[in-house]
């Protein structure tokens, strides 16, 4: 069993690391309540992170010298996409209900 644990050592990283990002979001919610858009903003950063790390990858990637980079990449990258989808959540969940205004039949 502890040799798969240690196997699982990135997989405990990356749940962390999104059970972080969901809090950060929601956080980020709860403050800006007004402003719907800044609820997006932790999972884009994610992203952009995550893209800054694939283009800082040398071409070296056969010879694990850039091993780091890559795993920066990826885990911020699906982390990022945890955090828009959870503002999605968020944004369906919180949609305020329509209210149906009724028809008056117009005379003439």
Partial sequence: MKELLDYLEYTKL???ISL???ALTYLVHIIFKNKKVFKYF???ISIFIGIYGFITIDGSI???DDIDN???FIMATSVGLVGIFV???IGIFNKG???KQKKTEKTI
């Fill in 62 to 64: 056969f010879f694990l």
């Fill in 70 to 72: 890559i795993t920066i």
């Fill in 14 to 16: 990356f749940l962390l």
């Fill in 42 to 44: 932790p999972g884009l």
């Fill in 97 to 99: 209900k329509i209210k």
């Fill in 87 to 89: 503002a999605l959540i």
């Fill in 20 to 22: 972080g990002m969901v």
